[in-house]
């Protein structure tokens, strides 16, 4: 029997310097996804309560005021805690220090990057964590590339055009488990994917969780996303 994770942490304190103007006034996860009316932290919070998370903590750093006083005035579906860094700890310490405020350090955790828009199961996920002992799993997608790809045989003749292809290339997908163990092994400053990850990757201790097939997944990174998330939601016909 697993126990899945209650509690979560949302890394929202990003610049996202890419998306400007709509960051101009607001953090990156406070952006609304067009045609919706809610912030991306907003669908995140859901999908996280869909998935049994009754706790997050939200780490804040650019414009944080601007989502408190969003988180403070939404109606939740689950208990939001924030922290805000007063200095740049770096990913890893952005991480640690966030994962400090769970409810209980004894449990495992969800992590997600602030900009992600996603819809899959964490349950799956958690299940997957666990059956491989992982101390943390991550989350795997695979991108579109964003041109159109040649195709072309041995004596180099074009035999084929194909738009915007799956990349050969599994990603980090920013959706992560972790298990309790986790915590410390994090870096007080400084960046976790340089330092914990690749140890406990050299152990065998992390795990990489590919997405679904057909599962929806995108980081809102400039606003050529925000546009593209807002047309393909239309298409599936709402949220």
């Known amino acids: 029997m ?3 994770p209650t509690q979560a942490v949302i890394l929202a304190g990003g610049q996202g310097s890419r998306l400007r103007p709509y960051t101009d006034d607001r953090p990156k996860p406070m952006v609304e996804i067009p045609g919706t009316g809610t912030p991306i932290i907003g669908h995140q919070l859901s999908w996280l309560a869909a998935e049994g998370v009754t706790d997050a903590v939200v780490s804040c750093g650019h414009l944080a005021e601007v989502l408190q006083e969003w988180l403070e005035s939404a109606a939740l579906p689950l208990r939001v805690t924030t922290v805000v860094e007063k200095e740049p700890l770096g990913r890893g310490g952005g991480l640690k220090h966030a994962a400090q405020r769970l409810p209980d350090p004894e449990q495992p ?3 997600t990057n602030g900009d992600i828009w996603t819809r899959f199961s964490l349950r799956e996920m958690a299940a997957f964590h666990g059956e491989r002992d992982a101390t943390a799993t991550l989350a795997l997608a695979r991108p579109r590339i964003p ?10 003749h074009i035999t084929d055009f194909i738009e915007s ?3 050969p290339y599994l990603i980090n997908a920013g959706v992560y488990v ?3 163990a986790f915590t410390g092994m994090l870096p007080d400053r400084g960046d976790h994917e340089r330092t914990t990850f690749p140890r406990l990757a050299r152990e065998r201790r992390l795990a990489g969780y590919p997405l ?6 995108r980081a809102i990174d400039t606003a050529k996303d925000l546009t593209e998330a807002a047309r393909e939601l239309g298409a599936q016909g709402g949220g």
């Open 212 to 217: 679904p097939h057909g599962a929806y997944w």
């Open 147 to 156: 041109w159109g790809a040649v195709e072309t045989d041995a004596f180099g």
């Open 109 to 111: 955790w969800y992590a």
């Open 178 to 180: 972790f298990s309790p």
């Open 2 to 4: 697993h126990t899945y």
């Open 165 to 167: 292809p799956p990349s």
